[in-house]
Each structure stands twice: as structure tokens, then as C-alpha cells.
């Protein structure tokens, strides 16, 4: 087996207020598997998601990104290796101009001139964004912000590409033209999300986290068509959808 | 929805040769022009007049309507009532003027106050209606402002619009439950409006301080 892009033994966090928030999750994704992290308000995924570029530490277990631990002297190349986008692009985007923000992680890793403006240009252009580059981030659409969001984190070239609620917020159009985009995008992917279609029809693999803990790690159709586990864990899909009568399934 | 389209500044898009000047230029001139005005004796009429003259030239220059600079001339207004009161609560000799008796004193200073005031905002009216944000940013790097400022200004200038965005929808929904915000009566929800937006904003700053670390931020902003 290879050795996993993502590798989360035993991880257990509280934070200060004395609120335990992860209890021992221990998860593996390997190279090029999209995997959704499902669960509902409150059960821990973003606390997990902040540990796994060392945002967050402390807690008990280990976390490891292709098998460079998670530690204060490898932050500079764990941070390139894991590449987060925020729910709020505007959040991730607060700089004068789309190139300008796509530049930053590039620039933070050194990268100068004409290979940084590669960079850019190529991590815009896989986003759809190319066009964009000189405009204020503020002057775009919704979907066209968290495009550049998306950007903004393969312009680190990261080996694995963890998404916060991706489709929150995006009308039909946006959310499908996302998808085409993450679909064609040749990297690992963590996707946390509330959206269960979504989960369905990008990602072959989920992992649903509960109260801190995962209660389970299986094929998405299987995740979602286990009504009692989905009852269990407040997971409901949205009225009238049935995953049984969906046609083709990611690989 | 659709994203606010620069609501919070007022630059106008030109190629006069104001616009064109680099900023770190325009601010130095900016910063010697205010200088000069504030240090003229107060009673120099004829040279207020020369500065009055030398800044409608540059507006004029900077083909940017007069218009637009004086209804953003506004601002100024806390000012010309301070200064309008002057006469009336200063000491000294009086005059008589409309019938009114007046500090002679108070109306020296008011003059004064109007004049340094009303040339210092519309100058600085000029430069940043002429002036790009981004602009004002990378002219104060060239001047060597510490970066920490630099950056501070940035993200003011960054997220402003979305500031001034979440305040209007609070609004927006106060005045949806009946409250009229600019009531005295309603003050308190108003007071309250704004610490709610002031968490919201902090809470705003952590989460972007985050999303900076997570891409290699180490506190210098890359140039």
C-alpha cells in the first residue's frame, strides 16, 4: 500500500474552554481519492480539518501529510502539502487583486517573477479564472470568488485539497461548474459538506464524523443509503432525492 | 447574489494628469501643501485665497466634476457648525454684524478654521478621488511606511465594502421589525446593532488570519 497522503491516528482535541471536540479519529486517504467528510453541525469537522495543516494542536494523536508529520518545524511544507479552502471566499480572498491573492501561498513559499506568474496564471486557468486576474476580488459573483478561492490554494500545488462546504451558497449553475472543476483537477481532495448530492457525485469514498468520533468510513451510495446510520447522525437528504436512482457514480 | 461594486470609495477612472501622477508624489505634495495651509498666520486672507485658487486648478486639472468633490465635501460639516459657533461663545472685543454681537476674536478664528479646513478636505478630497486604493498602498511602501501599517490599510480598504455591506442588511432587518434606526427611541438596538457588527468583524479578521496562515503567511506580506 502507499503511503497515505492523509494519515490521522488516535486524534483527540479539546479546546481550552474545556469542550472535548474530537475523541481518538483516525482516517487515511490515499493518493488521488476524493473523499467526503460528513456530519452534522457541531460534530467536529472543521476542529479536524484546522488540525491538518497544524492550525490547531496540542490534543493527543498524530496526524501526518505523506508521511511528514504535523509539527511546528515542518509547518512551512505542510502547509504547501495541504491546501484549505474556507467556506467564505471572502474570507481567503482580501488582497487588491484576484493575481495579487492567487500569488500569496506561492510567494509565502518563495516562488519569485516569471515562475510565480506562471503559477499564477496556471492555477487561474484551471479554475476558469484566467480573465479575472487583474480585477478587485470583490467585484466577482459568488461562485466566481470561491473559484478563485480554489485557486488561491493550487497555485501551492498542494497534494491534498481539503474543501469547507465547497457548494454553500452557489446557485445550480456555480455549483455544477465547480464540480466539473474539482472532477478535473488531478489532486487528492477532502470534501467536508453538508451537501449529500454533492458528497454523491464527487466523491467515491465517505466518512461520517459524529460527536467527535467517525461512526463511519465506506462507499458514499452505501453511507447514504443506510437510513438507520443517516437517522443516527442528523444526515438527511434533501426531499425527494433517492442516491438508489442516481445513474452513473464516480469511480 | 451579486457582489457590492466599490461602494465604499469614491475613486473616479481618469487619465488627467492628476490621475496619472505616481501616489507616492501626489501624497508628498498632499502632506507639504496641508502643511503650508496649516502654518499660515490666521489673518493671511489674500494667501487662503492664492491656496483656494491652487486647488480648483488641480481639480480642474484632474477633470473630475465639482460636483462629485462637493457633495463627498460633506464630511466637513461637524467642522463649519463648530466654527459657526465660535463667534458666538468666544471672547474678547465684540462687533456688531446683522445685529448680532460677535467675538471679533471668534470670527478671526472661525475663519480660520473654515479656510484651513474646507482647503485641507478638498485637497485631500482630490487626491483620493484621483488616487486607486491599491495605489495609495504601494506609494506608501515607496515612502518607506512601516509594512505593518501598509498591510493595516490594505485590509481596510479591503474590506470595507463588506463592513458597511453587513451593517446595511442589519439595518435592512431592523427596519423590517418595525424599528427606525435613526430614532432616539431605537438607539439602544442601534447600539446594539453595532456591537453585534463589531464581534462579527473580529470574529471576520480571526477566520482571514487563518485562512493566511494556512497558505504561509508568516507576517510579511509578500511584494
Same mark, same amino acid.
Not at chain 1, 481519492?33 to 495543516?53: D, F, M, Q, S, W
Not at chain 1, 476558469?128 to 461562485?143: C, W, Y
Not at chain 1, 464527487?202 to 437510513?227: I, K, N
Not at chain 2, 442588511?169 to 418595525?178: I, N, Q
Given at each position: 500500500?502507499?503511503?497515505?497522503?492523509?494519515?490521522?491516528?488516535?486524534?483527540?482535541?479539546?479546546?481550552?474552554?474545556?469542550?472535548?471536540?474530537?475523541?481518538?479519529?483516525?482516517?487515511?486517504?490515499?493518493?488521488?481519492?476524493?473523499?467526503?467528510?460528513?456530519?452534522?453541525?457541531?460534530?467536529?469537522?472543521?476542529?479536524?480539518?484546522?488540525?491538518?495543516?497544524?492550525?490547531?494542536?496540542?490534543?493527543? @494523536?498524530?496526524?501526518?501529510?505523506?508521511?511528514?508529520?504535523?509539527?511546528?518545524?515542518?509547518?512551512?511544507?505542510?502547509?504547501?502539502?495541504? @491546501?484549505?479552502?474556507?467556506?467564505?471566499?471572502d474570507?481567503?480572498l482580501f488582497?487588491g487583486?484576484?493575481?495579487?491573492?492567487?500569488?500569496?501561498?506561492?510567494?509565502?513559499? @518563495?516562488?519569485?517573477?516569471?515562475?510565480?506568474?506562471?503559477?499564477?496564471?496556471?492555477?487561474?486557468?484551471?479554475?476558469?479564472?484566467?480573465?479575472?486576474?487583474?480585477?478587485p476580488p470583490h467585484h466577482l459573483?459568488?461562485?466566481?470568488?470561491?473559484?478563485?478561492?480554489?485557486?488561491?490554494?493550487?497555485?501551492?500545488?498542494?497534494?491534498?485539497?481539503?474543501?469547507?462546504?465547497?457548494?454553500?451558497?452557489?446557485?445550480?449553475?456555480?455549483?455544477?461548474?465547480?464540480?466539473?472543476?474539482?472532477?478535473?483537477?488531478?489532486?487528492?481532495?477532502?470534501?467536508? /459538506?453538508?451537501?449529500?448530492?454533492?458528497?454523491?457525485?464527487?466523491?467515491?469514498?465517505?466518512?461520517?464524523?459524529?460527536?467527535?468520533?467517525?461512526?463511519?468510513?465506506?462507499? /458514499?451510495?452505501?453511507?447514504?443509503?443506510?437510513?438507520?446510520?443517516?437517522?443516527?447522525?442528523?444526515?438527511?437528504?434533501?426531499?425527494?432525492?433517492?442516491?438508489?436512482?442516481?445513474?452513473?457514480?464516480?469511480? | 447574489?451579486g457582489a457590492g461594486h466599490g461602494r465604499g470609495f469614491p475613486?473616479?477612472?481618469?487619465?488627467? &494628469?492628476?490621475?496619472?501622477?505616481?501616489?507616492?508624489?501626489?501624497?508628498?505634495?498632499?502632506?507639504?501643501? $496641508?502643511?503650508?495651509?496649516? %502654518?499660515? &498666520?490666521?489673518?493671511?486672507?489674500?494667501?487662503?485665497?492664492?491656496?483656494?485658487?491652487?486647488?480648483?486648478?488641480?481639480?480642474?486639472?484632474?477633470?473630475? *466634476?465639482?460636483?462629485?468633490?462637493?457633495?463627498?465635501?460633506?464630511?466637513?460639516? *461637524?467642522?463649519? =457648525?463648530?466654527?459657526?459657533?465660535? +463667534?458666538?461663545?468666544?471672547?474678547? +472685543?465684540?462687533?456688531?454684524?446683522?445685529?448680532?454681537? =460677535?467675538?471679533?476674536?471668534?470670527?478671526?478664528? %472661525?475663519?480660520?478654521?473654515?479656510?484651513?479646513?474646507?482647503?485641507?478636505?478638498?485637497?485631500?478630497?482630490?487626491?483620493?478621488?484621483?488616487?486607486?486604493p491599491?495605489?495609495?498602498?504601494?506609494?506608501?511602501?515607496?515612502?518607506?511606511? *512601516?509594512?505593518?501599517?501598509?498591510?493595516?490599510?490594505?485590509f481596510m480598504f479591503r474590506y470595507l465594502d463588506l463592513v458597511t455591506g453587513d451593517l446595511s442588511r $442589519?439595518?435592512?432587518? $431592523?427596519?423590517?421589525? !418595525?424599528?427606525? +434606526?435613526?430614532?432616539?427611541?431605537?438607539?439602544?438596538?442601534?447600539?446594539?446593532?453595532?456591537?453585534?457588527?463589531?464581534?462579527?468583524t473580529?470574529?471576520r479578521?480571526?477566520?482571514?488570519?487563518?485562512?493566511?496562515?494556512?497558505?504561509?503567511?508568516? !507576517?510579511?506580506? +509578500?511584494?
Amino acid at each position: 500500500m502507499s503511503v497515505p497522503t492523509l494519515d490521522v491516528r488516535g486524534l483527540a482535541f479539546a479546546y481550552p474552554d474545556g469542550h472535548q471536540a474530537l475523541f481518538g479519529v483516525d482516517l487515511h486517504v490515499h493518493p488521488g481519492e476524493r473523499v467526503a467528510l460528513l456530519g452534522p453541525n457541531g460534530a467536529g469537522k472543521t476542529t479536524l480539518v484546522l488540525h491538518l495543516n497544524g492550525i490547531l494542536t496540542g490534543g493527543a @494523536g498524530s496526524v501526518a501529510i505523506s508521511g511528514l508529520p504535523v509539527e511546528k518545524k515542518n509547518l512551512a511544507e505542510i502547509r504547501r502539502r495541504v @491546501g484549505i479552502v474556507f467556506q467564505d471566499p471572502d474570507d481567503q480572498l482580501f488582497l487588491g487583486t484576484v493575481r495579487q491573492d492567487v500569488a500569496f501561498g506561492p510567494a509565502n513559499l @518563495g516562488l519569485k517573477g516569471a515562475a510565480l506568474d506562471r503559477r499564477v496564471m496556471t492555477a487561474l486557468d484551471q479554475v476558469g479564472m484566467a480573465d479575472f486576474a487583474d480585477r478587485p476580488p470583490h467585484h466577482l459573483s459568488h461562485g466566481q470568488r470561491r473559484r478563485v478561492a480554489v485557486a488561491t490554494v493550487l497555485a501551492m500545488e498542494p497534494e491534498i485539497l481539503v474543501l469547507d462546504e465547497p457548494s454553500s451558497n452557489l446557485d445550480p449553475a456555480s455549483r455544477r461548474e465547480l464540480a466539473d472543476i474539482l472532477r478535473s483537477l488531478d489532486v487528492t481532495l477532502l470534501m467536508v /459538506t453538508h451537501d449529500l448530492p454533492y458528497a454523491l457525485e464527487l466523491c467515491p469514498r465517505s466518512v461520517v464524523l459524529s460527536d467527535g468520533h467517525v461512526v463511519a468510513d465506506a462507499d /458514499t451510495l452505501a453511507v447514504l443509503t443506510d437510513e438507520s446510520l443517516m437517522a443516527a447522525h442528523r444526515l438527511e437528504l434533501p426531499w425527494g432525492f433517492d442516491p438508489r436512482t442516481v445513474g452513473s457514480l464516480p469511480a | 447574489m451579486g457582489a457590492g461594486h466599490g461602494r465604499g470609495f469614491p475613486v473616479t477612472h481618469g487619465h488627467s &494628469p492628476v490621475h496619472r501622477m505616481a501616489a507616492h508624489h501626489k501624497l508628498l505634495v498632499l502632506v507639504g501643501f $496641508m502643511l503650508l495651509v496649516v %502654518a499660515t &498666520p490666521r489673518d493671511w486672507y489674500v494667501a487662503f485665497a492664492a491656496y483656494a485658487v491652487v486647488v480648483l486648478v488641480v481639480i480642474r486639472a484632474s477633470r473630475v *466634476p465639482l460636483r462629485h468633490i462637493g457633495r463627498l465635501m460633506v464630511i466637513e460639516v *461637524p467642522f463649519v =457648525l463648530f466654527a459657526l459657533l465660535m +463667534p458666538v461663545i468666544a471672547t474678547g +472685543p465684540r462687533t456688531e454684524v446683522l445685529g448680532l454681537s =460677535l467675538s471679533e476674536h471668534g470670527l478671526v478664528a %472661525a475663519f480660520a478654521l473654515l479656510a484651513k479646513g474646507t482647503i485641507g478636505v478638498a485637497s485631500s478630497l482630490t487626491f483620493a478621488v484621483t488616487t486607486e486604493p491599491d495605489e495609495i498602498l504601494r506609494g506608501l511602501q515607496r515612502l518607506h511606511v *512601516p509594512d505593518l501599517v501598509v498591510q493595516i490599510m490594505g485590509f481596510m480598504f479591503r474590506y470595507l465594502d463588506l463592513v458597511t455591506g453587513d451593517l446595511s442588511r $442589519m439595518l435592512v432587518a $431592523m427596519r423590517s421589525r !418595525g424599528c427606525d +434606526p435613526r430614532s432616539p427611541r431605537h438607539w439602544w438596538a442601534l447600539a446594539s446593532t453595532m456591537g453585534a457588527l463589531f464581534i462579527r468583524t473580529y470574529e471576520r479578521g480571526e477566520r482571514v488570519h487563518l485562512a493566511m496562515l494556512s497558505r504561509g503567511y508568516t !507576517g510579511r506580506l +509578500p511584494r
